[in-house]
């Protein structure tokens, strides 16, 4: 195995996102974004929402978007557990615009209502907005309008 190549891994509980080599991994942790290359120090870390971009060995980049999880970095493996995850060619737009846009007013209308309710409806934004920065990094890599 070449020491240049990341076994990587990402699993929600539904199904394998991805599984493939990659030259190395950008997720982000609740501690800020990292990236992992190979031979990385080993770590574990909890995820954020956010845009996993992964660089696969031909140079070609993948874009997702995951609402949370944990990341486990080995020497040449690395796995993501997420909550969910989405590739970003998989995403409608127009629907994550509509859903951020219903959680905004949700949001508003329950700052008179109970924490738990609020956070609920504070990580459905921050799930949303994630979906909508994966989708638009996507398209720049892509280079499509």
Known sequence: ???KIINFEIVTPERVVLK?????????????EITVLPNHIPLVASLMPGVIEVVKTDGTREVMSISGGFIEVLKDKVVILA????????????RVEEARRM?????KEMRKYDQ???TDVSARIAKELARTKAVKRWKRIKKID
């Open 83 to 94: 909550d969910t995850a989405e590739r970003a060619e998989e995403i409608d737009v127009k």
């Open 103 to 107: 959680a905004e007013q949700t949001i």
């Open 116 to 118: 738990k309710s609020f």
């Open 20 to 32: 493939e080599e990659v030259a190395q991994v950008t997720a982000p942790t609740k501690q800020g």
């Open 1 to 3: 195995m070449s020491n």
